[in-house]
């Protein structure tokens, strides 16, 4: 048999007398039993087959039901296409399939593809407000809307793709199911059966899968840490966070070094008018100039040299400087759970996270988590630097406050878990299995990856020079300035030597 189906449904087989008498029983097995029947009539009457299948067609059941009947010495298979020409869901006729003729069944096909082209009928799609995968736009008459956004792009694919159209549901929130299977907002309607599909960004769970159907997952988003920024630096740190603790301590050491040698440089000159003072080199030191210049080579390269030195060390200081106090004033934050942990760092989880994902499973102290319904005041927190706690939110809601806000949020480097967005359908819908194979398709293309990022790089705010806080200055980035110190200290070594032999051979004359 060819069928798309049949490799994953089982056949049921029904033999009835008579329709009328049998309605019932084919409507309530067709409703709980999702499997591939054909109906055997003794009694076949095509009017109130044709009504029958409407019925079926109702319940949105349309690719794997068929009628088999005696006609004459035939035996005739017919179906029904839920959209043929301009009859969108209307069933006004049968459809023969197959017939046994001589011993044989003319073709090889017992259940065709009915869902290939809609011939521009009408499915009523299930929206909400919901970046980066729904935004609903106004025009300037208000009476009318246009709608984008990645999961847009995805129906718009299937609509090309079946020849179908899109009509509009649109509501303001997605919405909740409830154990008895009721819900409301977007997902009431679907429920309902007011909408034939949703698409907005919609996790899946098991809750919602006992009651509704839905696509493969076409993506996964991840549940990130936001955590509170650091204290703020004092006046006193912003003046040293520059460079790093290696880089101050060789620098005194440096200074130092060079007071040491110049003292004792000047310990061996008799002529107390030519000795360099001190201050000289505090001058030097904070960029100040200097018209005494000693008369011995040795202490004149030694003073170029520290010259040269404080020349590169202070301008990488004051380069450094600017940067830092163009940056952040907060000091750094937590980097991992676990540094959380240690630190008694409480874990605000949304309240919808427990649909999918038990509190318990999560990896962190039961004790610190907690449950939160207020966006808003978590949102005001995660700017608080004495607040110490983290929030557990979805990467698309931390991009929305990071537009808002003027300062950016401050993130874990690994997300605590990611959930599986999918587009749900009404239960056993007839358009599950054509959508599922044409967003695997899609994934494949790389088209759904493609239209989520590039809507989350179109609407990320640009922040000025907000690609982290610059680095600290290390010894290593500054070791040719000590480099260029240590030559200077061996030249002006070697000329102070040559200047006492030559001092020491014109006494001997």
Same mark, same amino acid.
């Given at each position: 048999m060819n069928s798309t189906t049949m490799s994953r449904k089982h056949l049921v087989i029904i033999v009835i007398d008579s329709i009328i008498n049998s309605e019932d029983f084919i409507l309530s097995t067709i409703h709980n039993v999702d499997e591939s029947f054909i109906i055997i009539s003794y009694d076949f009457n095509q009017s109130l087959v044709v009504k029958l299948l409407q019925k079926i067609w109702d319940l949105r059941k349309a690719s794997d039901i068929n009628f088999m009947f005696q006609q004459d010495t035939e035996t005739v298979l017919v179906t029904f296409y839920p959209f043929v020409d301009e009859y969108c869901g209307n069933i006004t006729k049968l459809h023969?399939?197959?017939?046994?003729?001589?011993?044989?069944?003319?073709?090889?096909?017992?259940?065709?593809?009915?869902?290939? /082209?809609?011939?521009?009928?009408?499915?009523?799609? $299930? =929206?909400?407000?919901?970046?980066?995968?729904?935004?609903?736009?106004?025009?300037?008459?208000?009476?009318?809307?246009?709608?984008?956004?990645? &999961?847009?792009?995805?129906?718009?694919?299937?609509?090309?793709?079946?020849?179908?159209? /899109?009509?509009?549901?649109?509501?303001?929130?997605?919405?909740?199911?409830?154990?008895?299977?009721?819900?409301?907002?977007?997902? $009431?309607?679907?429920?309902?059966?007011?909408? &034939? @599909?949703?698409?907005?960004?919609?996790?899946?769970?098991?809750?919602?899968?006992?009651?509704? &159907?839905?696509?493969?997952? @076409?993506?996964?988003?991840?549940?990130?840490?936001?955590?509170?920024?650091?204290?703020? @630096?004092?006046?006193?740190? /912003? +003046?040293?966070?520059?460079?790093? +603790?290696?880089?101050?301590?060789?620098?005194?050491?440096?200074?130092?070094?060079?007071?040491?040698?110049?003292?004792? +440089?000047?310990?061996?000159?008799?002529?107390?008018?030519?000795?360099?003072? @001190?201050?000289?080199?505090?001058?030097? +030191?904070?960029?100040?100039?200097?018209?005494?210049?000693?008369?011995?080579?040795?202490?004149?390269?030694?003073?170029?040299?520290?010259?040269?030195?404080?020349?590169?060390?202070?301008?990488?200081?004051? =380069?450094?400087?600017?940067?830092?106090?163009?940056?952040?004033?907060?000091?750094?934050?937590?980097?991992?759970?676990?540094e959380m942990e240690e630190l008694k760092f409480a874990l605000h989880v949304p309240f919808f996270m427990e649909f999918f994902v038990p509190l318990k499973e999560i990896k962190y102290d039961p004790k610190l988590i907690k449950v939160w319904k207020n966006t808003d005041d978590g949102y005001l927190k995660h700017l608080d630097s004495s607040f110490k706690a983290g929030f557990v939110e979805p990467l698309d809601s931390v991009i929305r406050e990071y537009n808002k806000s003027s300062t950016p949020l401050n993130l874990l480097s690994e997300p605590l878990l990611t959930a599986p967005v999918v587009i749900y359908l009404q239960k056993s819908s007839f358009l599950r299995e054509i959508f599922t194979s044409t967003i695997q398709q899609m994934m494949e293309a790389g088209l759904i990856e493609y239209w989520i990022n590039q809507k989350w790089t179109s609407n990320m705010k640009s922040h000025s020079d907000e690609g982290g806080e610059p680095k600290v200055l290390s010894l290593a980035q500054l070791s040719a300035a000590f480099e260029i110190c240590i030559v200077g200290i061996l030249l002006s070594f070697v000329v102070f030597v040559i200047e006492k032999l030559h001092c020491k051979k014109i006494k001997l004359n």
């Open positions: 023969v399939i197959n017939k046994f003729m001589t011993s044989n069944w003319i073709s090889e096909t017992f259940f065709p593809i009915k869902l290939k /082209n809609f011939h521009q009928c009408t499915l009523r799609l $299930g =929206t909400q407000p919901s970046f980066p995968a729904v935004e609903r736009i106004k025009h300037n008459n208000g009476s009318s809307y246009t709608f984008i956004g990645s &999961d847009i792009e995805i129906a718009n694919e299937f609509s090309r793709k079946y020849n179908f159209t /899109n009509k509009f549901v649109h509501n303001e929130w997605w919405g909740s199911i409830f154990e008895n299977g009721s819900g409301d907002g977007t997902i $009431g309607k679907l429920i309902i059966k007011d909408v &034939d @599909y949703i698409c907005g960004w919609h996790f899946m769970n098991m809750l919602k899968s006992k009651f509704l &159907d839905s696509t493969y997952p @076409y993506f996964f988003v991840p549940f990130v840490v936001v955590v509170p920024p650091g204290a703020q @630096y004092t006046s006193l740190e /912003n +003046l040293i966070r520059c460079f790093s +603790l290696s880089l101050w301590l060789a620098s005194t050491c440096t200074c130092i070094f060079i007071l040491i040698l110049i003292a004792l +440089l000047n310990h061996f000159r008799h002529n107390v008018q030519r000795k360099i003072p @001190y201050i000289i080199i505090v001058v030097i +030191l904070f960029g100040g100039s200097t018209t005494r210049i000693p008369q011995e080579n040795a202490l004149r390269m030694i003073l170029m040299m520290f010259i040269l030195f404080c020349l590169v060390m202070r301008t990488a200081y004051l =380069t450094e400087m600017f940067n830092f106090l163009q940056s952040g004033t907060n000091k750094g934050v937590v980097e991992s759970l676990n």
